[in-house]
């Protein structure tokens, strides 16, 4: 059985749904803090699902999880990651990520549970010293966010070395899309990432677009858009790479290619079939200018590549945006 940690929020939900449509059993452990009971409901419909409503910042909530079920594999999604808010209430983000995390490695350790797939992040490059980045790239996180990710693949390291505990650290760009199916989808809120935003704008909420004086094709940020579904294929070649006995990695999953605000925000128009109200600002501290994963060691050792495009993201980002209204105002 495969536990996931942060099953109901948006990445986690799209790794389950992947799972029980390959007849994996699945168990889900979630506070529901940022993720929806909603979203657990949708899922169970497509196979054996259980959920465990709890926060890993409670030892024996996550140990109840192990203690009743067969568990051989953990994929570990569950984590606060708004980076403003990191800067803003650092406590909150270590006590949750880091102490959460520890909770989590030693639950595991007491049941004998020894393979685990990590949601890190490109934030723990901190500002690129060169483009696209690859996994040898210096990690200088600039933001507790992204401190505390780059802390737990440290603990993973010295676990692993210490007590034969396996990771795979998938590093992350900027996650788009949605389930092609407009069953499940990004539920957040605040909404902090930019296609929803652009998505969502209206003439009294317009999308504030943040610096177009970058040096970038177009002088607005460049970014890597990985597909939520193509992420999702890659966490299960992670686990049969731990499943096969591989040992502890780290690999960056991204497609190679960036896009700019402008692009996204006229892709986005282009989706709507409308236009979309935009004021432009001044730039926000601490955007890098270009963000792009080198993604060869995922595609060499997981072979694992992405086949969505940046408009496919958009699309069922937005198909998903109306499916969610609809059953909102129900
Ligand atoms: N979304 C992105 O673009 C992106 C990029 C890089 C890395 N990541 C990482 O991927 C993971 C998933 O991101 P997401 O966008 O799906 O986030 P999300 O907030 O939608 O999902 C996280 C889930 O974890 C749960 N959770 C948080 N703390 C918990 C705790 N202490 N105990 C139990 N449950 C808890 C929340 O309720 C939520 O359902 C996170 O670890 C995030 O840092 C996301």
Not at 281 to 293: M, N
Request: charged share 25%; aromatic share 10%; net charge negative.
């Amino acid at each position: 059985m495969i536990l996931v940690t942060g099953g109901a929020g948006y990445i986690g939900s799209h790794l389950v749904m992947a799972l029980l449509e390959q007849g994996e059993n699945v168990i889900v452990f979630d506070s529901l803090e940022v993720g929806h009971i909603e979203t657990i409901e949708t899922l169970k419909k497509y196979g054996n699902l259980k959920f465990v409503q709890g926060n890993l910042k409670n030892l024996d909530d996550i140990r109840g999880a192990f203690l009743v079920n067969k568990i051989d594999t953990v994929v570990h999604f569950a984590a606060y990651s708004q980076v403003a808010e990191s800067v803003k209430n650092p406590q909150k983000y270590y006590y949750n990520n880091v102490y959460g995390t520890l909770n989590l490695l030693n639950a595991m350790l007491e049941f004998g549970v020894k393979k685990i797939v990590f949601s890190s992040t490109a934030a723990t490059y901190g500002e690129p010293e060169y483009t696209p980045i690859d996994e040898n790239h210096p990690q200088h996180p600039i933001n507790p966010y992204g401190k505390t990710k780059l802390m737990i693949e440290h603990i993973m390291d010295d676990y692993d070395t210490a007590y034969g505990l396996k990771s795979v650290r998938l590093r992350y760009f900027n996650v788009a899309g949605a389930d092609s199916k407009a069953r499940i989808g990004e539920w957040h809120e605040p909404e902090t990432h930019l296609i929803p935003n652009i998505l969502k704008a209206t003439s009294d909420k317009v999308f504030k677009m943040f610096g177009e004086d970058y040096d970038t094709k177009d002088g607005t940020c460049v970014r890597d858009y990985i597909n939520v579904e193509d992420l999702a294929q890659a966490h299960i070649k992670a686990i049969d790479y731990l499943k096969q006995g591989g040992e502890t990695n780290f690999f960056n999953l991204g497609t190679n290619d960036g896009s700019s605000v402008k692009e996204v925000f006229a892709a986005c128009e282009k989706v709507k079939g409308e236009s979309i109200p935009l004021e432009v600002c001044p730039r926000r501290e601490g955007d890098p200018a270009t963000l792009v994963a080198d993604n060869k060691k995922a595609k060499d050792v997981l072979s694992w590549a992405p086949e969505k495009d940046l408009e496919h993201s958009i699309k069922t980002a937005y198909d998903w945006e109306k499916e969610l209204k609809s059953r909102i105002s129900e």
